[in-house]
């Protein structure tokens, strides 16, 4: 499955565009990578657990958008967003969502 946030693959002819699908992804950050990004926040440096935590639901948000594409019998994904917000009323939840069209080539 390609995936590009272009809006054509190089070499390749759409031939159907099949809609817009989408990939969304929710975690939590639990109270030690917490701990961790505010001892980094005071002293400075990078927070590996949020930065981790992020790269995964990354991953998982593209390949659940593949997969949905793949059901419908796509070639590829063009012209993905993705997007991030923090919610919660601690702000404890990281939402990750990407979206883009589902295509055949020709």
């Known amino acids: 499955m390609i995936i590009t946030t272009t809006n ?9 565009y099949r ?12 109270m030690f990578k917490d701990l961790g990004a505010g001892i ?3 002293f ?3 927070s590996k657990g949020y930065e981790n ?3 995964e639901a990354r991953a998982e948000c593209l390949e659940e958008m593949a997969s949905r594409a ?7 994904v063009v012209a993905v ?8 009323s601690d702000n404890g939840m ?5 979206s883009g069209t589902a295509v055949t080539f020709a």
Do not use: H, P, S, W
């Open 94 to 98: 990281l939402l990750v969502t990407c």
């Open 19 to 30: 809609g817009v699908v989408f990939g969304e992804v929710v975690t939590g950050i639990n």
């Open 53 to 55: 935590e992020l790269l």
């Open 81 to 88: 967003k993705m997007d991030y917000e923090v919610l919660g």
């Open 44 to 46: 400075g440096g990078r």
């Open 70 to 76: 793949e059901e419908m019998g796509c070639d590829a």
């Open 40 to 42: 980094r926040n005071v």
């Open 8 to 16: 054509n693959v190089d070499g390749q002819t759409i031939k159907e």
